[in-house]
């Protein structure tokens, strides 16, 4: 095996990580699941094939190679992965885990918003769960019914 080739099934592993990290590496606001930023992403090279030891083994193709005749055109293979993101089995409950009020009591304990209620006066908080995304959404108002705040906060104990 050439020090480019890499075993397919090693190969997909790598992309799939590379996958994961990249939504890791996203800036998320408070609460939101990273698994809900990247939904699709599509990575294609252009690569030579071979069995080696029964493991089917790529060797990426750059234009380089290509230029300097290195490469049989007959024997080049186009490699599609396709990255979906999917919610897991256990993420699919109805039922939050965390209640209303505990959720707004948390809420209403964020050193930002006692700021906000320092300068504004008395806030108003609704919070709904939306189970879709396994998150509560909080909208915090001032006295005047202006939105201060947005928050999405993981449903997590």
Do not use: C, H
């Amino acid at each position: 095996m050439s020090e480019q080739e890499i075993v397919f099934d090693d190969f997909i592993d790598a992309a799939s990580n590379s996958f994961g990290a990249a939504q890791k590496g996203i800036g998320l606001p408070e609460g939101m699941q990273s698994a809900m930023m990247i939904s699709e992403a599509e990575l294609t090279i252009k690569t030579g094939m071979r069995m080696n030891k029964g493991r089917l083994a790529l060797e990426p193709v750059s234009s380089a190679s290509s230029v300097k005749g290195g490469v049989q055109p007959d024997a080049l293979s186009t490699v599609t992965i396709r990255y979906v993101a999917a919610r897991s089995e256990g993420a699919a409950s109805n039922t939050p885990q965390k209640t209303r009020d505990e959720v707004l009591r948390e809420v209403s304990s964020r050193k930002d918003l006692t700021r906000l209620q320092d300068i504004l006066g008395t806030l108003d908080m609704n919070a709904d769960y939306v189970k879709e995304l396994d998150l509560w959404t909080v909208k915090v108002t001032d006295d005047r019914s202006r939105v201060v705040r947005v928050l999405n906060i993981e449903d997590k104990k």
